[in-house]
C-alpha cells in the first residue's frame, strides 16, 4: 500500500475508533434532586481536599458536599442543602462576611432572577446541618437580570471579597457587586454593570496583559457580538468608574459559545484557551507572546463530528507530561456515542486529528462544567460533573490510568 494511504487509513482509524473502548466506572457524589448544574469546588474544612457546591435547577436546591477522602471517595459523600431557591443556575463558595465560615452564593434565572447568599453557620461542627444555614436575598439583584453565573473576586482592595457576575436575555450583562464595609448588610451592595451582554457562560479571573492584577477574562455565547473578551482591570482606585474599564476581545466571534477553560496547552508558560462551542468545533487559543495579549487559533473537530459541545477541559489524563483536553456535549445531537471523551494530541501536532478516548459511555445528555482531581489517591486524575437531564446528578468518573501510549 502506499505509504500516504497508509497515513491516512491510521488517522480514519484514530479519530474515529477510541482507543479505550470501555467507559470509566462512575461514582455518583449525588443523584438527591433534579437538574444537577454546575460544580464549583473550594476547601471549606481546611482539611486539604476539596469540597463541592452544586445548584439543583429543576429541583430548586443549593447542596454542598464534603470531600470524605481517598478511602470513602467512592460512597455518596456528606452532604447538606443550604438553600432552596429557585432556578439556580449556579453555586459558588466564599467566605464572603470573612467570619472563618465558607458561605455559598447561588445565582438564578427562570422567574426568580435573584442572587442569594446561603451564610454557612460559624461552627464547624454544624456546617451539615441545614437547619444552621441562612438564606437571604441580594435585594439589589431582585428580578433584574437572569444570573447565570459569579466569580468572587477583590476589586476595590476594601471590605472583603466582591463578585463579578454576569447574566443573560435582556438586560444582561457583566458587571460587579461591590462589598460594603459590612457585607451582611445586603442593601448596602452596590452593582456596576461593564457590560451589556447577552447570554454569559464563563467568567474567569486572569492576568491577561502581565501587569500584575487580575483582569476579567469570560465569554457570551449569543447575540450581535459572540466571543470571548476581557475587561482590563483599571486598579482599585478607578474600578467603580465603569469607563475605566476597557474592554478586549480575544476571538471566538461568530460562534455559539459555551463553557471555556484556562491552561498550558503546549508548556510554554504562557496561558490558553480552550473554547466549547456549538459550531462543531473546539476553538484553542494559544497565547503567542507573554509581553502582549496575542493568541494563534486551533480548531479541532468536536469527538463523533457533534455539533453541539457544552464544555472542556485542560488535565493531564495520562500522566505523560503533556496536557489533554477533556470534552463533554450538550442536548441537540443524536447521541450514538460518548457524552464525555477525553482527546489527545498525536506527534503530528495540534493542528491533527487527535486521539479520541471513551469516559463516560453512552449515559448521559446535558453534562456541565468539567474539574479534574485526584479523589482515589491512586496518582492519576480524576474527572467530576454533573448532568442534568437523565438526572445522573454529581458524579466523577474514575480514571483506569490504561497504558494507551
Request: net charge negative.
Amino acid at each position: 500500500m502506499n505509504p500516504s494511504i497508509k497515513l491516512l487509513v491510521a488517522v480514519f482509524l484514530m479519530v474515529s475508533a477510541p482507543i479505550m473502548a470501555e467507559p470509566w466506572k462512575r461514582h455518583i457524589i449525588d443523584d438527591f434532586s433534579k437538574g444537577a448544574d454546575g460544580i464549583r469546588l473550594a476547601d471549606v474544612n481546611q482539611d486539604n481536599l476539596m469540597d463541592i457546591t452544586t445548584g439543583w435547577e429543576e429541583g430548586g436546591k443549593i447542596r454542598v458536599y464534603i470531600n470524605p477522602g481517598h478511602l470513602k471517595s467512592k460512597d455518596k459523600w456528606p452532604a447538606v442543602t443550604v438553600g432552596d431557591v429557585k432556578s439556580p443556575e449556579d453555586a459558588v463558595f466564599v467566605d464572603l462576611d470573612q467570619d472563618g465560615a465558607t458561605d455559598v452564593v447561588s445565582s438564578c434565572e427562570g422567574s426568580n432572577k435573584t442572587i442569594y447568599i446561603h451564610w454557612a453557620p460559624a461552627k464547624k461542627s454544624d456546617y451539615l446541618n441545614p437547619q444552621k444555614w441562612e438564606t437571604t436575598a441580594l435585594p439589589g439583584s431582585a428580578k433584574q437580570q437572569s444570573w447565570m453565573f459569579a466569580l468572587p473576586m477583590q476589586i476595590d482592595g476594601k471590605h472583603g471579597l466582591d463578585l463579578v457576575v454576569g447574566s443573560k436575555g435582556s438586560n444582561a450583562t457583566v458587571g460587579w457587586w461591590q462589598a460594603p464595609e459590612n457585607p451582611r448588610e445586603l442593601d448596602k451592595w452596590k452593582f456596576y454593570p461593564l457590560y451589556k451582554a447577552a447570554w454569559i457562560m464563563s467568567i474567569r479571573s486572569e492576568d491577561v496583559d502581565g501587569d500584575g492584577d487580575q483582569d476579567i477574562l469570560f465569554n457570551d455565547r449569543k447575540g450581535a457580538n459572540p466571543g470571548i473578551y476581557w475587561l482590563e482591570y483599571p486598579g482599585k482606585n478607578e474600578a467603580t468608574e465603569i469607563k475605566a474599564w476597557e474592554l478586549h476581545k480575544i476571538g471566538a466571534s461568530g460562534l455559539e459559545n459555551l463553557f471555556l477553560d484556562l491552561g498550558d496547552l503546549n508548556k510554554d508558560g504562557l496561558t490558553d484557551i480552550a473554547q466549547a462551542t456549538r459550531n462543531g468545533k473546539i476553538h484553542v487559543f494559544l497565547r503567542t507572546s507573554a509581553s502582549k495579549p496575542s493568541w494563534e487559533t486551533i480548531q479541532i473537530t468536536n469527538p463523533d463530528n457533534y455539533k453541539n459541545g457544552k464544555a472542556v477541559h485542560f488535565a493531564d489524563l495520562d500522566n505523560d507530561g503533556k496536557m489533554d483536553l477533556i470534552h463533554n456535549i450538550g442536548p441537540g445531537d443524536k447521541k450514538v456515542g460518548p457524552g464525555m471523551v477525553w482527546m489527545r494530541a498525536t506527534p503530528a501536532g495540534f493542528n491533527q486529528p487527535w486521539e479520541v478516548f471513551d469516559i463516560s459511555g453512552k449515559d448521559g445528555i446535558k453534562f456541565d462544567r468539567i474539574e479534574t482531581l485526584d479523589l482515589d489517591g491512586d496518582g492519576d486524575l480524576d474527572v467530576i460533573t454533573c448532568e442534568e437531564r437523565q438526572n445522573l446528578g454529581v458524579f466523577w468518573y474514575e480514571n483506569p490510568l490504561i497504558n494507551t501510549k
